[in-house]
C-alpha cells in the first residue's frame, strides 16, 4: 500500500525566513496531495493541495512543489510568522477519500 | 456554519467499559470519516461512510471497534470493551459530494483516556 515519508519532524526557524517541508510517496498511482496545518488543540485543516497534473501551486506565502518522476511533493513557506507554528501534516491519495498522512512536522517560527 | 461536530471533547474511561464517540458532520457533507491520532502511528483513517454507507473499514482495529451512521447527520464511533491503548485523539472529518480530491473538514477531536 501507500506509504507517505516527510521530514523534518521538527522544525525551527526565525520570524521572516522560509521554512521547507518535503514528503515522498510510495505509490506513483497517487494524484492528489493535500497539506493540513493543525494548531494545539484543533482538528487539521486544509492550506493547499495539489494535483499530479501540476507542477508547483501557489497561495500567497505558502507554494507547493510536486515532483512526480521522483515521487516526492514539498511545502514551502514565506516570511514566516509566529501564527505560523503549527503541525503540518502532507497526505496523498489515487483520486479516492481515503488519504495517507505523513508523520507530521512541528514548525515552530521564534520571535 | 459550526462546522463539524464532535462530542464529547474528553473522554475518560477504565479499561473494559464501553465508549460512544459522537459526530455531526456539516450539513450538505455526504463523506464522513473517523480519523485516530497518535503520536506512534500519526493521523489513521479507521472507517469513511458516504450517503451513510460504510465504503471502507480497513482501518477499523480490531472488532472491539464499530462505527455507525443513522442518518445523515450524526455518527458514532463505539469501542467495546475499551483498552489503554485505544487512548488517543479521535478526529470526524466531512467533505462535500465530488471527487477523491474534495477538502476534508475536521472537528475538533475527542481526547480518550483509557486508565
Known amino acids: 500500500g501507500e506509504n507517505v515519508e516527510q521530514h523534518p519532524s521538527t522544525l525551527s526557524v526565525q520570524e521572516g525566513d522560509s521554512a521547507v517541508i518535503k514528503c515522498t510517496y510510495s505509490?506513483?498511482?497517487?494524484?492528489?496531495f493535500p497539506w493540513y496545518k493543525q494548531e494545539l488543540g484543533k482538528g487539521p485543516q486544509l492550506i493547499i493541495d495539489i494535483r499530479s497534473n501540476v507542477g508547483e501551486k501557489k497561495d500567497q506565502r505558502i507554494a507547493v512543489t510536486l515532483n512526480k518522476t521522483a515521487k516526492h511533493f514539498s511545502l514551502h513557506i514565506t516570511e514566516t510568522q509566529p501564527e505560523d507554528s503549527a503541525v503540518y501534516f502532507c497526505?496523498?491519495?489515487?483520486?479516492?477519500?481515503?488519504?495517507?498522512f505523513g508523520t507530521g512536522t512541528r514548525l515552530k517560527v521564534l520571535a | 456554519d459550526a462546522g463539524v461536530i464532535q462530542s464529547p471533547r474528553h473522554e475518560v474511561t477504565e479499561m473494559g467499559q464501553e465508549v460512544t464517540l459522537r459526530c455531526k458532520p456539516i450539513s450538505g457533507h455526504d463523506y464522513l470519516f473517523w480519523y485516530r491520532q497518535t503520536m506512534m502511528r500519526g493521523l489513521e483513517l479507521l472507517i469513511y461512510?458516504?450517503?451513510?454507507?460504510?465504503?471502507?473499514d480497513s482501518g477499523m482495529p480490531e472488532d472491539r471497534f464499530s462505527a455507525k451512521m443513522p442518518n445523515a447527520s450524526f455518527s458514532t464511533l463505539k469501542i467495546q470493551p475499551s483498552e489503554p491503548r485505544d487512548s488517543a485523539v479521535y478526529f470526524c472529518a466531512s467533505s462535500p459530494p465530488g471527487g477523491g480530491s474534495n477538502e476534508q473538514y475536521f472537528g475538533p477531536g475527542t481526547r480518550l483516556t483509557v486508565t
Open positions: 505509490d506513483s498511482a497517487s494524484n492528489y
Open positions: 497526505a496523498a491519495s489515487k483520486g479516492t477519500y481515503k488519504y495517507i
Open positions: 461512510f458516504n450517503n451513510n454507507v460504510p465504503i471502507d
